[in-house]
């Protein structure tokens, strides 16, 4: 048989081009929401950032809405790895942010804001009208205990509303399908954040820590009293680790504004502060490796502890109300007050609540977002999509929709009003004028907050 020359010879393979990056921007408006939006935009595109063949680059853009709680370098440093660099994070206007979306063709968009919030952005960025809009996603940072009808009409229009349990997934599809709106986009996933290791007692720590909050409870009086029966539970257990889990250093914000912060509150503490007790700050999940029981009112850090098995309390010592958010653990078992903590009450989690909250204490976590990641996955597989098409419009919202939208600087119709957009600065030294009085700006406006409205709300209760 003739050999095979080379004239003969199959041609080499091509090595298949490189797939494009997959372009993600993250919008938020306080530390917590850019934790959770964040962490969400890894989990939808972590198939696509893969090893499999068809695993593509993944550039996530951090953006921060400027406004009264963008976070601080020092509290983006403290939310922990979230696997985009902090350095790399810039403040934009909601209209700068519409603009960017324009000019850098993103794939997807993650809206981690208040709902006033996402609803303008919805608005901005229907009125591009851009032949190849992103795929847009939003949802909650935490346990949604108030406002619930307000906040999902105001979150309607994105692509996919991510709910963080079986539980808020049937509430929201009640509520799109009871207006008559479109219930498709809501999906059921986890909160992003749940992880470390699960808990184990270990010999000679005993550590409890308190999750407080920055707006509940809201008045000096509660606030004073809870931080007082924390000082006392250190007292009455001198060989027990007490810790105070703070969110913000004062004049710092959050999600929620905190005019009282108890840093404040303890310095006027009568007695001072015992030996073992300790305010502490920096990145939950640390906090929860040494944390042998948690106690909080409300705070979503109650669910992060239950996920990892961590011994749970909810207080009832200043009720179970809806304002304070501790409603919504009805059910869950872990109700209880100060006095049966003190007296060495450890409160048992019901399994079937905590398995309708998304904690998957189970192990299920790792394919809590298989749904929505295929969900993500087929919208951008979809080529052009449908215009974005809210709930709230001129028509069916003129008397609320106008003034949500112009909070943006938007007009009713989604467009910039005039002289909003602001020009490009030409140089540095203009820059940073405009960064200075920015920040002056800012720290007046929480000065106000923190100090003036208080003193204000004291005088009018004489």
């Known amino acids: 048989m003739p050999s095979r020359t080379s004239q003969d010879a199959e041609p080499a393979e091509t090595p298949a081009a490189p797939l494009p990056a997959l372009r993600v921007a993250v919008l938020a408006d306080s530390d917590t929401r850019w934790k959770w939006g964040a962490l969400t935009a890894r989990r939808l595109t972590a198939e696509a950032a893969g090893d499999g063949p068809d695993a593509r680059p993944v550039e996530v853009s951090g953006l921060l809405l400027r406004g009264r709680a963008t976070p601080t370098p020092r509290q983006l440093a403290e939310v922990g790895e979230v696997g985009i660099d902090a350095g790399r994070v810039r403040e934009v206007t909601a209209v700068e942010f519409l603009h960017t979306v324009r000019d850098e063709g993103y794939d997807l968009v993650v809206l981690a804001l208040v709902g006033g919030g996402v609803q303008a952005m919805l608005h901005g960025l229907a009125a591009l009208n851009l032949p190849h809009r992103p795929v847009v996603v939003t949802g909650y940072v935490g346990v949604v205990y108030e406002k619930l009808a307000d906040g999902l009409l105001l979150r309607h229009g994105a692509d996919v509303a991510l709910a963080n349990s079986a539980h808020d997934a049937a509430r929201f599809r009640a509520v799109y399908e009871g207006v008559g709106a479109d219930a498709s986009a809501v999906t059921e996933a986890a909160l992003p954040f749940l992880g470390g290791a699960p808990y184990q007692p270990e010999e000679g720590r005993d550590t409890v820590v308190f999750a407080a909050q920055p707006s509940v409870p809201a008045s000096r009086a509660d606030r004073a009293?809870?931080?007082?029966?924390?000082?006392?539970?250190?007292?009455?257990?001198?060989?027990?680790?007490?810790?105070?889990?703070?969110?913000?250093?004062?004049?710092?914000?959050?999600?929620?504004?905190?005019?009282?912060?108890?840093?404040?509150?303890?310095?006027?503490?009568?007695?001072?502060?015992?030996?073992?007790?300790?305010?502490?700050?920096?990145?939950?999940?640390?906090?929860?490796?040494?944390?042998?029981?948690?106690?909080?009112?409300?705070?979503?850090?109650?669910?992060?502890?239950?996920?990892?098995?961590?011994?749970?309390?909810?207080?009832?010592?200043?009720?179970?109300?809806?304002?304070?958010?501790?409603?919504?653990?009805?059910?869950?078992?872990?109700?209880?007050?100060?006095?049966?903590?003190?007296?060495?009450?450890?409160?048992?989690?019901?399994?079937?609540?905590?398995?309708?909250?998304?904690?998957?204490?189970?192990?299920?976590?790792?394919?809590?977002?298989?749904?929505?990641?295929?969900?993500?996955?087929?919208?951008?597989?979809?080529?052009?999509?449908?215009?974005?098409?809210?709930?709230?419009?001129?028509?069916?919202?003129?008397?609320?929709?106008?003034?949500?939208?112009?909070?943006?600087?938007?007009?009713?119709?989604?467009?910039?009003?005039?002289?909003?957009?602001?020009?490009?600065?030409?140089?540095?030294?203009?820059?940073?004028?405009?960064?200075?009085?920015?920040?002056?700006?800012?720290?007046?406006?929480?000065?106000?907050?923190?100090?003036?409205?208080?003193?204000i709300r004291r005088m009018g209760e004489l």
């Open 225 to 455: 009293y809870l931080l007082r029966r924390l000082v006392e539970h250190a007292r009455l257990h001198p060989r027990r680790e007490v810790l105070l889990k703070l969110r913000s250093k004062p004049g710092e914000h959050t999600t929620h504004i905190e005019e009282l912060p108890y840093q404040k509150l303890a310095q006027k503490l009568p007695g001072g502060l015992p030996p073992n007790f300790r305010l502490v700050y920096g990145h939950m999940g640390e906090v929860l490796d040494r944390t042998d029981l948690l106690v909080t009112v409300s705070s979503t850090a109650a669910l992060e502890s239950l996920h990892r098995r961590i011994p749970t309390a909810i207080l009832t010592d200043l009720g179970v109300r809806e304002p304070l958010g501790n409603h919504h653990f009805v059910g869950s078992g872990l109700l209880t007050s100060w006095d049966r903590l003190d007296g060495g009450t450890r409160p048992k989690p019901d399994p079937e609540w905590v398995a309708g909250q998304g904690v998957a204490a189970d192990g299920s976590y790792g394919t809590a977002y298989d749904t929505a990641r295929a969900k993500v996955a087929g919208l951008l597989d979809a080529g052009r999509l449908p215009p974005i098409a809210p709930y709230y419009t001129p028509a069916t919202a003129p008397g609320y929709l106008p003034g949500i939208l112009g909070r943006h600087h938007l007009a009713p119709d989604g467009t910039p009003l005039p002289g909003a957009a602001a020009p490009q600065e030409p140089g540095r030294v203009r820059g940073a004028v405009r960064e200075t009085v920015r920040n002056a700006a800012r720290g007046a406006y929480r000065h106000g907050v923190q100090r003036v409205a208080p003193v």
